[in-house]
């Protein structure tokens, strides 16, 4: 049976590690691969929609060195997160000429964590920057959205690896994901403490990520930077720009 599309891209979270991200769907770019449907949360999800919405690598490399995370961030009292992501969503809305994910260039599905229900739902309609931004929203750093009377935070909570709304619609899925959990010795301060304990759990359906990637790229010595910090920007472009040429040339298979 026919699939419904040949390339699918897989996007994890990881903060700022999202830079990353981008040098990988730039080395697929130059190697005349572009995905057909994209999967993302988190940073996943903000590199994702700028993808879909029809933005290069290089250009969105460019927004985000002016704007990711801390230029978004306002401290906020600790009722239900310390810190708000305020501009995240009035930059998408303004960069993107699609107002809801349904309306972007290339089918595009946002994993976002239902704190209610306590589920993850995978979202490829409404409105776009209102769901990228709880898809971003780590719980505890980050104050949760409302969307529909519902309050939903970070994707990766339930699934940092959203191949489950695409693992059965592809020829072939390339998966980039920026968030490996390797033994770390030291945590500087609670910020860290909070995003190790988040990321501990998130990639708990690994196995099911594997068996449906036709490429897994993993940058290597990726989980040194600190997922909050975009002082590295260009550094980890290019760490994730030679972990996909160096995994594309091992997956002599892929076309």
Known sequence: ????????????????????????????????????????????????????????????????????????????????????????????????????????????????????????????SGPLGLTVLASSSIPILFSPVTINRYSYVDGGLMDNIPINPIKNDCEQIIVSNISPINPKAKMKNLVQIATRTFYMSVNANMKEVRKHATVFIEPKGIDKYDILLRTHADELFELGYKSAKKALIKSLEFK
């Open 1 to 124: 049976m026919a699939k419904k599309y040949k390339t699918g891209l897989v996007l994890s979270g990881g903060g700022t590690r999202g830079f990353a991200h981008l040098g990988v769907i730039a080395a697929l770019h130059e190697n005349g691969i572009k995905p057909d449907v994209i999967s993302g949360v988190s940073a996943g999800a903000i590199v994702g929609a700028f993808i879909a919405g029809g933005k290069s690598p290089e250009e969105i490399l460019q927004i985000f060195k002016k704007s990711w995370f801390f230029k978004y961030t306002k401290l906020h009292l600790p009722i239900d997160g310390l810190l708000k992501l305020d501009g995240l969503q009035e930059d998408i809305d303004k960069a993107i000429v699609a107002k809801n994910i349904e309306e972007l260039e290339i089918p595009f599905f946002v994993g976002i964590s239902n704190l209610n229900k306590g589920i993850i739902e995978y979202k490829n």
